[in-house]
């Protein structure tokens, strides 16, 4: 193809399945805990009530991409998506541009690889029941990723009609009551982090939650109290314990740096991660760059496949 290849979000869907996207992020994870893959911190340029902009670079695996994306919660009352973006890639080597991407489709993959791979890996063994809890575009990409890997699922959501329209499209189960999918052995949150969904005392011995929806200042799925009775992990320390779950212990002094694991340190088999059957694990996802780098390069090696791209020269 001449020219620079754009990647609608069809294309990017096209391209990487929820399951080859579970694999692409465990090796991210790796290679950010390694050194091999570098990732600034985040920028965030905020223009609130309306929304917010993020800039989120990272470098591996020869390439070097810029998601820049924006969170407006106003805007679907406006007719207009939450979530607006790019992913600009260019090559590590020669800086030469060579393709951009649409950010939901890349966010949403990685969102749902990362939410399966985290209870996936500090779950229990014998888990038997899994719950996605909040099922809009994030919520519904970790229940496509749990099927790609053999779950059963339930779902839940405060919008009754999303809960059975998520169950349908994507082969899960509407679960009988809130209580129940949050009984789940593995629970994935997505949801705003406006409402608390766990209060003190809520988790039974043995369950993983992937909190997911709290990715941000003044959110919250969990309450303090009860995060701070789970064994703790999170994606990268720096941005959880600045704008995840974990912001507010970290801030109120309740947790120190050495009370945290990073996921990567698990999948690297440094650190254990579950060591009873009892424990009660949660993790604390903001989401990370290295993680769309993880989609953007999948999609790069499948780019000479994909029939019908548009494409732009400079
Ligand atoms: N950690 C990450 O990597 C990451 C990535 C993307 C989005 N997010 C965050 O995840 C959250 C959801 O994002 P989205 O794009 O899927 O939003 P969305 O608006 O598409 O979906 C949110 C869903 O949660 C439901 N919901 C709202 N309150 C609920 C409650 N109390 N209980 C159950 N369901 C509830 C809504 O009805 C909706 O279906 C946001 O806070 C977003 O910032 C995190």
């Not at 998601?67 to 600009?88: A, C």
């Not at 500090?122 to 099927?147: E, Y």
């Not at 009370?259 to 993790?283: K, P, Q, W």
Request: with cysteine; net charge negative.
């Amino acid at each position: 193809m001449s020219g620079i290849p754009v990647l609608t979000a069809r294309d990017v869907e096209a391209a990487v399945s929820p399951g080859e996207a579970v694999e692409a992020v465990r090796e991210a994870f790796l290679a950010h805990h390694r050194g091999e893959w570098v990732m600034p911190p985040k920028a965030y340029v905020t223009n609130y009530p309306a929304g917010d902009f993020r800039a989120m670079p990272a470098l591996g695996a020869g390439y070097t991409i810029l998601k820049w994306v924006s969170s407006f919660p106003g805007n679907p009352e406006r007719g207009l998506p939450t979530v607006n973006g790019l992913v600009v890639v260019s090559d590590a080597e020669t800086a030469e541009l060579r393709a951009v991407m649409e950010a939901g489709a890349v966010t949403a993959l990685r969102t749902g690889a990362a939410a399966v791979l985290a209870a996936e890996t500090l779950g229990k063994r014998d888990a038997a029941t899994a719950a996605v809890v909040g099922v809009g575009v994030n919520g519904r990409a970790a229940v496509r990723a749990f099927v790609a890997r053999g779950h059963q699922v339930l779902v839940w959501d405060a919008d009754e009609s999303r809960a059975a329209a998520a169950a349908e499209e994507l082969g899960a189960i509407v679960a009988p009551s809130r209580a129940e999918a949050l009984a789940a052995d593995l629970v994935v949150t997505v949801t705003p982090g406006h409402t608390l969904l766990f209060d003190e005392g809520s988790l039974r011995p043995g369950q993983h939650v992937s909190l997911m929806g709290a990715d941000g200042p003044g959110k919250a799925e969990i309450s303090p109290a009860e995060l701070r009775r789970t064994r703790l992990f999170c994606d990268d320390w720096e941005q959880a314990s600045h704008g995840g779950e974990l912001a507010h212990l970290a801030e109120a002094g309740a947790i120190a740096r050495s009370d945290v694991t990073e996921l990567g340190a698990v999948l690297a088999g440094e650190v254990i991660g579950r060591v009873s059957a009892d424990e009660i694990t949660t993790f604390d996802s903001t989401g990370l760059a290295i993680q769309d780098l993880a989609i953007v390069v999948a999609a790069m090696r499948r780019l000479p496949e994909l029939s019908g791209l548009q494409s732009f020269s400079l």
